[in-house]
């Protein structure tokens, strides 16, 4: 310790800019001329016992101290610490030198109680928070406080001069602004303060002044000032406490930058990284850097590049007035130099530098994360042991404990924590019965502890699980798959966050084909979702703008098809067709006439040319079994596609999307005989050359047929042309029937029929009794 | 052998490309339909030059800071008013001047009405004090446009000399050491735009006619505008691109600001073709804007739903131009007043440009967007109308 200053200054306050990667530079600086006995840092001093697990191998930041409630691992805060952090640099300095290391902040054990007493309002004191930095920057002339620090403080060249000129002007500097504005809307602040204090004076007791505090600059004038310890004692009183564990946990460095959330609001904690570690000539360092990037993904840019980008960016700054070129220096250099003006590939260079993909490493004896503790927890609760041998779980989920069983299982496999493998259930196919596999397998320990980075609670992480999930998904098909999951697991508040994603990603896909799969699994989810009594508005409305898209882009997409693709796309028909068909049921508001507009698309598709026949084919179809299309005019369509006109081939692919594969098409033949009469006309009029053509069609359509329906059709037409006259000129009557009913083998149900319905008269029953069963056994 | 073209004053009427009225000295500004920047502003730019203490790069008229004051506009120490003659982000005035200062070639890229060539025009201006030095670059434009050509007169009468030699707006740029300008870049044929690659880098002109060679003088550099959605016009070959710093001037930020251009252009445009004054046509201005931003964007203007984007540009001078033709048929052909069913035909001949993919784009935007949209169900029937 340097003796004179001490005695005037007491411990050295060292006042950082958390993650700063020049503070973390000058507080390494400082420490290593100061050779201070102790070094205590702003942070939980529960992690105090965890100090030592920082210098081990296999610990590599960015990391966070994880503080949570022991009975609610829910309730938790993070400490994140990157490499560049002042605080992971004063860490780091005191176990290299052996000298201990304290955190000094109000314990964790106040802060997380805290939380719970105040509520989620901290509204008020919200408003008059003081923007410390804001204000001195302002002062100073710039718009941005984060530049200004930058300017001032992080751009300084280290060891030129007094490595502590920084921070005692930086001092200064608070010590004006917090005259003015008090403890600026921070109350905590002052409990939090008068707790330091203590801390710092314990530790003077014991190490004299050779103790070298590192906290943020706003604290500093506060622990410089001089107040009894009656009076923090008294600030320190009675403040509430819950019994709190402490963990290290591996942090990212994308985690870093997030602005909500346990992020720490660092927008580019690459590139501070970068100033951390780059020796020297860090602009000309991280030019390099991106042009590699670049290079590695195929765009050229030549070493000239990144000279004219550092001239540039120098000359930028020159113009801007900044001693150095900061971030957005570089960042417009390398737009107009290196990537041509484009944002495209600036967007990757922001991405993989700028943020960068570093993942932090703890070391395998860090205490056990709360999700850990919490997956314990449940498991007892639901009396679900994990074991190692494989067993079988049937699941009922009309009661509550089956239910919840249910949904913990398939939260853990959405965090990749494979327990459970569902299986195909032994009972019955019902949507209240699940079966499971369930396996415990010792590595999934080592997943629940990677999967501790998602959150402290099973359901917390699974729900941030699938947020980051539907963000990263590549297809359509993989959100509907994910949103699907979601409501297997009970997840509704990922739920907003996958549609959004799912609507834009179905806004942004231009095959129909992608949207067609996508729907029928959509509207899955939603019957999925009424039986689990979740609320399904939101998906019912995406679901409807997907039916919308598909319905706009379906008649173009159906042009111009191979015969293949025509296949392909009559599955997508009738797969659409289906889940219109349910959704026609669904509330959506502003969606009302689905069913109605899906009519029009299939009759436009039927109607035009272009069409593969065998869509046409199935459009007319399912506009015939929907009762849209009268017998007569399904009759007549498919005579003008049998007429001499069309090529026999598309006549025979129409013909197998009317009524071939499992759709019921035979009965349809069988029960209208002027449907089947067509076709025999057809057939016979089919020239030789073209038969042997058509024949693999014909055969790939009927074959499909069951055996019974196959007979009778044979049995029709041998019967030959004579019925079919009679049936084409009975107008009275249904297409396939005799003109009247006959009375005497409809009479033979009646007794049933009386039986079933219970009645004794045989009253005015009969008209009814009459149709039905001619139907059936005709 | 390095001969300077400076001194001798060249009469520009000879060289094509250049404007007739491209010596100031001879022309006068009040007699002129459009005046030069450097004219236009004159007073503002003496006003910088008088109060501009920083250090100037060789043969500027103005430090760097300076000339990004001229173009952003603001107000001097001794209470001069500088105009913005730019409205958008600073960024991309400050990354344009410190290019020139870098002695890079600067290439300004934007769809149509993005006041590329203004920028250009008045970058010139604040740093040579002569935005005049200019090529126009067509599809006819030949390499003596960029390099030099002869007087053939002179050439036959007394052979090859300095004297019978034409130099182009680059050339003397490069001898006086100035700024020159290319516009429409994208349109000059490939094999002219490739004169310009080593000129660029070796910074030389030889003449190897006469065995000589020009140097640029310090203080030389081009600004060159392109339209960067033209493509399939020239495309820069990467040679050239790699002698630029691109800078991409942005369509307008803010629907306001947009809604205030058209309006604007649309009421200038509307005088000058005598249509009747339309009332009250602000509306359905402002809902042209926001089609052409949320298709452009491909979001809608709340944030909350993705669209897909359609082929076309959308660019402002479009919209600029639908809704012209709007007001002359709601003037000739209507009862006067800028309907819906006016613009919607003008929209969809802009936005779908390929017949097949931007049909589906425009039908989605109209079922999804449009329909649900509240008080805009005239718009709707319109667009549904002439969409069929």
Same mark, same amino acid.
């Given at each position: ?11 050295? &306050? ?132 984060? @530049? ?63 103790? =070298? ?99 540039? #960016? ?93 949904? &913990? ?50 359901? #917390?992480?699974?729900? =941030? ?42 806004? &942004? ?106 869509? @046409? ?126 009375? =005497? ?34 | ?24 000295? %001879? ?28 250090? !100037?790069?060789? !043969? ?8 990004? %004051? ?9 209470? %001069? ?90 050339? !003397? ?68 691109? $790699?002698?630029?710093? %691109? ?17 604007? $252009? ?72 800028? $309907? ?49």
């Amino acid at each position: 310790m340097n003796g004179g200053k001490a005695d005037t200054a007491g411990p050295l &306050l060292l006042g950082v800019r958390h993650h700063g990667p020049g503070s973390a530079r000058a507080v390494r600086a400082v420490l290593e001329e100061a050779r201070p006995d102790a070094v205590l840092i702003e942070g939980p001093p529960e992690a105090d016992a965890l100090v030592p697990l920082a210098a081990e191998e296999d610990m590599r930041p960015p990391v966070a101290l994880l503080a949570h409630a022991v009975d609610e691992p829910g309730r938790s805060a993070f400490w994140p610490l990157a490499e560049f952090s002042p605080e992971w640099v004063a860490l780091r300095w005191a176990l290299e030198h052996k000298v201990p290391a304290r955190f000094i902040d109000l314990p964790a054990t106040h802060t997380l109680a805290w939380e719970d007493d105040e509520g989620p309002d901290p509204g008020a004191g919200d408003d008059v928070r003081v923007d410390p930095l804001g204000a001195l920057a302002e002062a100073a002339g710039y718009d941005d406080a984060e @530049r200004w620090w930058e300017d001032v403080v992080e751009h300084r060249g280290v060891g030129e001069g007094d490595a502590m000129a920084s921070f005692t002007a930086l001092e200064e500097a608070m010590t004006a602004l917090r005259e003015e504005y008090g403890n600026g809307g921070h109350r905590r602040d002052l409990v939090r303060e008068a707790h330091m204090r203590l801390r710092i004076r314990a530790a003077r007791r014991e190490f004299e002044d050779g103790v =070298a505090v590192v906290c943020g600059a706003w604290h500093v004038p506060a622990l410089r000032r001089k107040a009894t310890v009656a009076a923090d004692r008294a600030l320190l009183k009675g403040l509430p406490k819950v019994k709190t564990d402490m963990t290290w946990v591996p942090w990212t460095h994308r985690r870093l930058s997030r602005t909500s959330g346990y992020g720490a609001g660092i927008d580019s904690p690459g590139w501070y990284g970068h100033l951390f570690g780059a020796p020297d000539r860090p602009v000309e360092r991280w030019l390099t850097e991106v042009a590699g990037l670049l290079r590695a993904e195929d765009r050229i840019v030549s070493p000239a590049h990144v000279i004219e980008a550092v001239r540039l #960016a120098e000359t930028l700054a020159v113009l801007r007035g900044r001693p150095l070129p900061g971030l957005s220096e570089t960042t417009d250099a390398v737009r107009a130099v290196m990537c041509e003006g484009s944002d495209v590939p600036l967007a990757l260079v922001h991405d993989r530098l700028v943020v960068g993909d570093v993942l932090g490493e703890v070391p395998a004896t860090a205490p056990a994360v709360p999700l850990q503790r919490d997956l314990a927890r449940i498991q007892r609760r639901l009396r679900l042991k994990p074991e190692a041998g494989e067993r079988e779980l049937e699941l009922d989920l009309r009661k509550e404990t089956d239910a919840e069983r249910g949904r &913990l299982l398939h939260r853990l496999r959405l965090l990749g924590i494979g327990w459970g493998e569902p299986a195909a259930a032994r009972g019955g196919t019902g949507t209240f019965r699940e079966t499971w596999r369930l396996r415990w397998e010792p590595e999934l320990s080592v997943r629940v502890a990677e999967a501790g980075v998602w959150g402290t609670t099973v359901l #917390a992480a699974a729900t =941030a699980r699938a947020e980051a999930d539907a963000v990263g998904a590549r297809g359509l098909a993989e959100v509907t798959g994910l949103a699907e999951h979601c409501l297997l697991a009970a997840l509704p508040e990922a739920l907003p966050t996958v549609m959004r994603i799912l609507t834009d990603r179905a806004a &942004l896909d231009t095959d129909v084909g992608h949207l067609a799969q996508a729907l029928p699994a959509l509207v899955r989810s939603l019957r999925y979702g009424d039986v689990r009594g979740t609320d399904t508005a939101a998906l019912a409305e995406v679901a409807a703008g997907l039916a919308e898209r598909v319905f706009v882009g379906l008649p173009p997409a159906c042009a111009a098809l191979d015969a293949d693709a025509a296949e392909e796309m009559r599955r997508h028909v009738d797969a659409v067709h289906g889940a219109v068909g349910l959704l026609g049921d669904a509330p959506a508001p502003g969606h009302g006439k689905l069913r109605a507009r899906w009519q029009s698309v299939l009759r436009a598709l039927s109607a035009r040319d272009t069409v593969p026949g065998v869509i @046409r084919g199935r459009s007319v179809r399912l506009l015939l079994d929907d009762g849209e299309l009268a017998q007569d005019e399904a009759a007549r369509l498919m005579g003008l596609v049998l007429s001499p006109g069309t090529p026999p081939a598309d006549a025979a692919a129409w013909i197998e999307g009317f009524v071939g594969g499992g759709s019921g098409g035979g009965l349809l033949l069988v029960h209208d005989e002027r449907l089947l009469g067509l076709v025999d006309t057809w057939l016979t009029g089919v020239p030789a050359e073209a038969f042997t053509d058509v024949l693999p069609l014909l055969r790939r359509t009927f074959s499909a047929y069951e055996p019974g329906v196959r007979r009778t059709l044979g049995e029709l037409v041998r019967r030959g042309p004579g019925t079919r006259g009679s049936t084409a000129t009975a107008v009275s009557g249904t297409p396939g029937f005799a003109p009247d009913p006959d009375t =005497a083998r409809a009479d033979a149900v009646l007794p049933v029929l009386r039986l079933l319905l219970g009645l004794d008269g045989d009253g005015g029953d009969d008209e009814g009794a009459r149709d039905e069963p001619a139907g059936v056994t005709a | 052998m390095t001969v300077s073209v400076g001194p001798t004053p060249v009469d520009p009427t000879r060289n094509g490309s250049a404007p007739a009225n491209a010596v100031p000295a %001879t022309a006068s500004p009040a007699q002129t339909l459009r005046p030069h920047a450097e004219d236009a502003f004159a007073a503002e730019l003496a006003a910088l030059a008088a109060q501009d203490d920083r250090p !100037r790069p060789a !043969r500027w008229r103005l430090s760097p800071w300076a000339v990004a %004051t001229y173009l952003l506009g603001g107000t001097l120490p001794d209470g %001069t008013v500088i105009t913005p003659k730019y409205i958008g982000p600073r960024r991309i005035v400050e990354v344009a001047v410190s290019t020139l200062a870098t002695d890079r070639a600067l290439l300004l890229l934007g769809v149509p009405g993005t006041a590329k060539t203004w920028v250009s025009e008045h970058l010139a201006a604040a740093v040579s004090g002569d935005s005049t030095l200019l090529v126009q670059g067509t599809a006819g434009t030949p390499e003596e446009a960029i390099r030099y050509g002869w007087n053939y007169a002179r050439l036959l009468a007394h052979g090859p000399s300095r004297d019978a030699l034409v130099p182009s707006p680059v050339m !003397r740029a490069m001898a006086e050491g100035t700024t020159a300008r290319v516009e429409e870049l994208t349109r000059i044929p490939a094999d002219v735009q490739d004169s310009l690659i080593t000129l660029l880098s070796e910074k030389t002109l030889p003449i190897p006619e006469l065995g000589q060679e020009v140097q640029a003088v310090r203080g030389f550099n081009l600004i060159a505008t392109a339209n960067d959605r033209d493509r399939g016009v020239n495309d820069l070959s990467s040679a050239l691109r $790699r002698r630029f710093n %691109t800078v991409v001037l942005p369509l307008p930020e803010t629907p306001e600001a947009e809604v205030d251009i058209v309006s604007r $252009r649309v009421d200038q445009i509307g005088r000058s073709l005598d249509l009747p004054a339309v009332p009250d046509g602000i509306d359905e201005i402002r809902r042209v804007v926001t089609v052409f931003r949320e298709l452009r964007d491909g979001v809608t203007a709340d944030g909350r739903t993705k669209l897909k984007s359609p082929s076309g540009t959308l660019s402002t001078a479009e919209a600029i131009s639908v809704v012209t033709g709007g007001l002359a048929l709601a003037a000739h052909f209507g009862d006067g007043v800028l $309907r819906a069913g006016d613009v919607a035909a003008g929209i969809l001949g802009a936005v779908v440009r390929d017949p097949a993919a931007d049909r589906v784009v425009w039908q989605e935007y109209l079922e999804t967007v449009v329909r649900e949209r509240d008080g805009w169900k005239d718009f709707y029937r319109a667009c549904r109308e002439v969409s069929g």
